[in-house]
T-cell receptor
């Protein structure tokens, strides 16, 4: 079974600085997707960034980028130029690429990292 | 805004009662998944519906059941509520089974006393 682990329950960063959130996962599959979701106090889960396992290039979305180390099964999120609005719970999630199965759409989440941003 | 809505926002039920939570997906989205998020935890997959049929289930007992309707709305029903059922319930819709992205609703906070 696949698992996702986030070992940092809480992180803090100064406004305008850079912070990296860690995530490791375990799977025997070769085809999968990895995601970072942001969940602010409003509870709405918002997709931050997505990485396809078959792509070697790390995904980037504006101030957000990932360091995807497939062999090490590591998937960290880097937030550059942190803003007060970045404060939220961040979840790393895994999804099988075998979407034709009855578990294909299932997202497996880590425990989350609560990020606070200091002004 | 993801275009996915859930109702009610929150509710309180008594142990042993039954509850129905509702989700309205984006128009055209044939797949909906439900997740349970206990306080301080990541969401846990309950089940997924595709074109009105269950298409995968997590480690949840049969008293958790669902329905999906042709108008892109869906329901999560929980019978014989237990205290541990207190959680945030999230629905997420996607265009098709193979879609890379799921769009989450704001969730329903259920408290069981």
């Amino acid at each position: 079974a696949q698992t996702v682990t986030q070992s940092q329950p809480e992180m803090s960063v100064q406004e305008a600085e850079t912070v990296t959130l860690s995530c490791t996962y375990d799977t025997s599959e070769s085809d999968y997707y990895l995601f970072w979701y942001k969940q602010p106090p409003s509870r709405q889960m918002i997709l931050v960034i997505r990485q396809e396992a078959y792509k070697q290039q790390n995904a980037t979305e504006n101030r957000f980028s990932v360091n995807f180390q497939k062999a090490a099964k590591s998937f960290s999120l880097k937030i550059s130029d942190s803003q007060l609005g970045d404060a939220a719970m961040y979840f790393c999630a895994y999804r099988s690429g075998a979407w034709g199965t009855n578990q294909g759409g299932k997202l497996i989440f880590g425990q989350g990292t609560e990020l606070s941003v200091k002004p | 805004e993801t275009g996915v809505t859930q109702s009610p926002t929150h509710l309180i039920k008594t142990r042993g009662q039954q509850v129905t939570l509702r989700c309205s997906s984006q128009s055209g989205h044939n797949t909906v998944s439900w997740y349970q998020q206990a306080l301080g935890q990541g969401p846990q997959f309950i089940f997924q519906y595709y074109r009105e049929e269950e298409n995968g289930r997590g480690n949840f007992p049969p008293r958790f059941s669902g329905l999906q309707f042709p108008n892109y709305s869906s329901e999560l029903n929980v019978n014989a509520l237990e205290l541990d059922d207190s959680a945030l319930y999230l629905c997420a819709s996607s265009l098709e089974l193979g879609s890379k992205e799921q769009y989450f609703g704001p969730g329903t906070r259920l408290t069981v006393t």
